[in-house]
């Protein structure tokens, strides 16, 4: 992509963004803000057992596994506009069990795609592997080991195959031959999902794995997948964080997400979040639908007005406390600029209903 298309397309991107938030804050349902797409699950497989995922140990995924296929990659990202930063390749599973993942990382790049990343437990990142990373185009990657001793660190990520030596031993393999090729990319950064269990050596963690050349470490807050299952999860938080992931869902700023991204799952299915693991508000489906279609499609309208209304009580949200919002202004102003003025994706009311086109 040339300096001057790439110069069009973040004054879209922030033209795109500003209505986003105009469109919150006047609680609009039908929206002229189209979203990021902040993850593509290249595959929901996964050789571990961890215990704060839903795919891990129990694993309560009920939806079918698979990896995604060509067809409904290139459906995603060719002639899209609007990708979070970066936008993520993996989900629920470990990407690099995909046996396509490289050649997908690689044509999203071609395809303009400017920031793309995946999380890898690193048990798969062997010397061929981590070469091919180096090489396809890819921008971030994080290296997720999750303790600092290989006591907490097999507490929590459960195999029978890979130890924390041989993450370690990976990870540290990588970090190396990206110094040896002289490569700035893809970023690298080493991180803990924080727990009881692995709070204790963070900071000879960060200092470990900044001195084998990590860009970051990050210590990432814990996640309790929306409280789906009643706060099992909000078990496995720092003492802190318990009693906050386990309160009553605050209803008086709606959930942002619903108004700025889409995670769509391996077979092109279309959720509102990364913490619904088993698609249960499916929005749409890319196999048969545009992402604008579904973005303005009945289920996200209804859904918008729901959680404007304070009445959204499906299973993903009702009891979320994780949902990102803020204050409204139902009186803002609409921005100077329109999303077509840039040639974008925009809806055009009409007399037959919404008309949406790229």
């Not at 209804?302 to 993903?316: F, S, V």
């Amino acid at each position: 992509m040339n300096d001057s298309a790439m110069t069009l397309r973040k004054a879209r991107t922030l033209v795109n963004a500003r209505w986003r938030e105009h469109e919150y804050h006047i609680g609009a349902t039908v929206l002229r803000g189209m979203p990021d797409v902040f993850a593509i699950e290249s595959t929901n497989y996964c050789n571990l057992k961890c215990v704060m995922c839903p795919r891990g140990e129990p694993d309560l995924m009920e939806r079918d596994l698979g990896s995604m296929s060509d067809d409904v990659f290139r459906k995603i990202v060719d002639g899209w506009e609007y990708f979070a930063e970066p936008v993520w390749l993996h989900l629920f599973g470990e990407p690099l069990m995909h046996p396509r993942l490289f050649d997908q990382i690689e044509y999203a790049k071609q395809a303009g795609v400017p920031n793309v990343g995946i999380s890898t437990n690193a048990t798969l990142l062997t010397k061929m592997n981590s070469a091919k990373l180096l090489d396809c185009g890819l921008d971030t990657i994080i290296l997720s080991i999750d303790g600092h001793t290989k006591e907490a660190y097999e507490q929590i990520r459960k195999s029978t195959t890979f130890s924390f030596e041989t993450v370690c031993a990976n990870v540290r393999a990588f970090l190396e031959l990206r110094r040896r090729m002289h490569r700035r990319k893809p970023q690298a950064i080493v991180q803990i999902i924080v727990m009881e269990e692995n709070r204790e050596g963070l900071d000879e963690f960060r200092a470990e794995w900044l001195a084998a050349g990590a860009d970051e470490v990050r210590f990432k807050r814990y996640c309790a997948w929306g409280n789906q299952e009643a706060g099992s999860f909000a078990d496995l938080a720092p003492a802190e964080a318990k009693a906050l992931l386990k309160d009553v869902r605050p209803r008086a700023n709606p959930c942002f997400y619903l108004w700025s991204s889409v995670v769509v799952a391996w077979d092109g299915r279309v959720v509102p979040c990364c913490f619904d693991y088993d698609a249960v508000v499916t929005l749409g489906d890319l196999r048969t639908q545009t992402l604008a279609e579904i973005w303005n499609g009945e289920k996200y309208v209804a859904l918008r007005a729901a959680e404007l209304a304070g009445t959204n009580d499906n299973p993903l949200c009702k009891n979320c406390v994780e949902a990102p919002g803020f204050a409204r202004d139902p009186s803002q102003a609409a921005p100077a600029a329109d999303v077509s003025a840039f040639g974008g994706v925009v809806y055009q009311p009409a007399d037959s209903g919404l008309a949406l086109g790229i």
